[in-house]
């Protein structure tokens, strides 16, 4: 009988079943450092199965050696023991991706933890994927409505574009972003909650996005207490679920909360493998890997993914390592004040400070010349502030800080804005613009 008379697929699995099993061993755990002898096929990032007494564990292959394997294991490691069994699964993570999960909450691994249907109907995808060629890529030219007018008017965003909210803790990263996440005017949002606590999972889930956000998205979620392995791989399925909806021709918003989280993720990883410490503890490969991550964001022939991550700094110093690496990476930052937190200002997004580096490509001269003259206003207000304070400055001294002194209750009206109003993009320039009229 010929192999003619069976389908490839079939003779594929064929193939495999009859395949000879190899099993290699543990010989080493400490700490997240799983050492595995025996398996000399197993490459860089294939998951491998540990057959523990307590049930499988699934770890991923972070480093190689001669005659061993360095693996991170994605679950805990209580009940393994040295010479526990172990089977390469063949590949790298493997997650589904399809329409039907809109509205669903996954893991770091993309597994339901919702409580709904298995995925089992939907397309298998690596969360490996290529980035769309630099000179495919077509031009951002549309601009993408946030909801919030100081962003839409003062910071506008591109379809397509990757922007950073950057501050330290307690000033209103999450909060602006799930802002964003029931304003935008994108047809499927892709949520990655990587690192939070796991109380504010589910606060985020039904206050701040609600049952009508929820419809159109797809959270990702790997709390504080997820191993390192996970935490690091739901960004990467967050970004690849966005990638099959921009394949098929969507327009996907992408948020992270937090890409600084993902670079710890990414420390602990590399530490545990051997890797030396530099720049205050980050290993080499976390600067690999965040430009590898990023830029598989942004436009591409078929739709486009527009990536919102938050950058958690490190003691409100913009300079610190993952910050500065992820503001030269991207096309734009906002940062966030705490001097204006502290104060009540909500959003706190020091208008100043911030940038758009597409603003010119979204926005009509009208508009631009609008936006310009309000940050020429606030520029001068901070500049005498201190002498209006103790009231030494002298009316007709500065035009524009004699114009933003007239203002100064509307533009305080303009930039602040409560979770629940959510303003269209339109009605943020109409609104910005009696701020600036003569």
């Given at each position: 009988?010929?192999?003619?008379?069976?389908?490839?697929?079939?003779?594929?699995?064929?193939a495999?079943?009859?395949?000879?099993?190899?099993?290699g061993t543990?010989s080493e755990?400490?700490?997240l450092h799983?050492?595995?002898?025996?398996?000399?096929?197993?490459a860089?990032?294939?998951l491998?199965?540990?057959?523990?007494?307590t049930?499988?564990?699934l770890?991923e292959?972070a480093?190689l050696r001669p005659?061993?394997a360095?693996?991170?294991?994605l679950g805990?490691?209580?009940?393994?023991?040295?010479?526990?069994?172990v089977?390469?699964?063949?590949?790298?993570?493997?997650?589904?991706?399809?329409?039907?999960?809109?509205?669903?909450?996954?893991d770091g691994l993309?597994?339901?933890v919702?409580g709904?249907?298995?995925l089992g109907?939907l397309?298998?995808?690596s969360?490996?994927?290529a980035?769309?060629d630099?000179?495919?890529r077509?031009r951002i030219?549309?601009?993408?409505?946030?909801?919030?007018?100081?962003?839409?008017?003062?910071?506008p965003v591109?379809?397509?574009?990757?922007?950073g909210i950057?501050?330290?803790s307690g000033v209103?990263?999450?909060?602006?972003?799930?802002?964003i996440?029931?304003?935008?005017?994108a047809?499927?949002n892709v949520?990655a909650l990587?690192?939070?606590?796991?109380?504010?999972v589910?606060?985020f889930i039904?206050?701040?996005?609600?049952?009508?956000?929820?419809a159109r998205s797809?959270v990702?979620?790997?709390?504080?207490d997820a191993p390192?392995?996970?935490?690091?791989?739901?960004?990467?399925t967050a970004t690849?679920?966005a990638e099959?909806?921009?394949?098929?021709?969507?327009d996907?918003?992408?948020?992270?909360?937090?890409l600084?989280?993902?670079?710890?993720?990414?420390?602990e990883?590399?530490?545990?493998a051997?890797?030396?410490?530099a720049t205050?503890?980050?290993?080499?490969?976390?600067?690999g890997?965040?430009?590898?991550l990023?830029?598989?964001a942004g436009?591409?022939?078929?739709g486009?993914?527009?990536?919102i991550?938050?950058v958690?700094?490190?003691?409100d110093d913009?300079?610190?390592?993952v910050?500065?690496?992820a503001?030269?990476?991207?096309?734009?930052h906002?940062?966030?004040?705490?001097?204006?937190?502290?104060a009540?200002?909500f959003?706190?997004?020091?208008?100043?400070e911030s940038?758009?580096?597409?603003?010119?490509a979204?926005?009509t001269?009208?508009?631009?010349?609008?936006?310009?003259?309000l940050?020429?206003m606030?520029?001068a207000?901070?500049?005498?502030?201190?002498l209006?304070?103790?009231?030494?400055?002298?009316?007709?001294?500065?035009?524009?800080a004699?114009?933003a002194?007239a203002r100064?209750p509307r533009?305080?009206?303009?930039?602040?804005?409560?979770?629940d109003?959510?303003?269209?993009r339109?009605?943020?320039?109409d609104?910005?613009?009696?701020?600036?009229a003569p």
């Amino acid at each position: 009988m010929t192999t003619a008379l069976f389908p490839t697929g079939l003779r594929e699995a064929a193939a495999a079943a009859a395949a000879p099993l190899h099993l290699g061993t543990v010989s080493e755990l400490v700490g997240l450092h799983l050492e595995v002898r025996g398996l000399p096929g197993a490459a860089l990032g294939d998951l491998l199965e540990v057959r523990t007494a307590t049930g499988p564990l699934l770890a991923e292959v972070a480093a190689l050696r001669p005659g061993s394997a360095v693996c991170l294991p994605l679950g805990a490691t209580a009940g393994v023991r040295a010479g526990d069994l172990v089977r390469a699964t063949g590949g790298p993570l493997r997650i589904r991706a399809g329409e039907a999960l809109l509205g669903r909450v996954l893991d770091g691994l993309g597994r339901p933890v919702d409580g709904g249907p298995e995925l089992g109907s939907l397309e298998t995808v690596s969360t490996e994927h290529a980035t769309p060629d630099a000179l495919s890529r077509p031009r951002i030219t549309e601009p993408l409505g946030s909801g919030v007018r100081a962003l839409d008017a003062l910071v506008p965003v591109g379809r397509g574009q990757r922007i950073g909210i950057m501050a330290g803790s307690g000033v209103g990263k999450s909060s602006l972003l799930s802002m964003i996440a029931r304003g935008t005017d994108a047809a499927v949002n892709v949520i990655a909650l990587v690192g939070e606590r796991g109380r504010e999972v589910r606060e985020f889930i039904d206050g701040d996005l609600g049952p009508e956000g929820l419809a159109r998205s797809v959270v990702v979620v790997a709390t504080s207490d997820a191993p390192a392995v996970e935490r690091l791989r739901a960004a990467f399925t967050a970004t690849r679920i966005a990638e099959w909806f921009r394949d098929g021709g969507r327009d996907v918003v992408l948020m992270m909360d937090s890409l600084t989280r993902v670079a710890m993720a990414q420390r602990e990883i590399g530490l545990s493998a051997g890797e030396p410490p530099a720049t205050r503890g980050y290993p080499p490969s976390v600067f690999g890997l965040l430009p590898r991550l990023l830029e598989r964001a942004g436009t591409s022939a078929a739709g486009s993914i527009t990536g919102i991550y938050t950058v958690l700094v490190e003691g409100d110093d913009l300079q610190d390592p993952v910050g500065d690496t992820a503001r030269s990476i991207l096309d734009g930052h906002v940062v966030l004040s705490r001097e204006l937190a502290t104060a009540g200002h909500f959003p706190a997004i020091d208008v100043l400070e911030s940038i758009s580096r597409v603003h010119r490509a979204v926005t009509t001269p009208e508009q631009q010349q609008a936006a310009a003259r309000l940050r020429r206003m606030l520029a001068a207000h901070r500049s005498v502030r201190e002498l209006v304070e103790i009231g030494a400055y002298v009316a007709g001294a500065d035009a524009d800080a004699d114009a933003a002194l007239a203002r100064l209750p509307r533009i305080e009206a303009f930039l602040r804005q409560s979770m629940d109003d959510i303003t269209p993009r339109l009605d943020a320039w109409d609104r910005l613009a009696e701020v600036v009229a003569p």
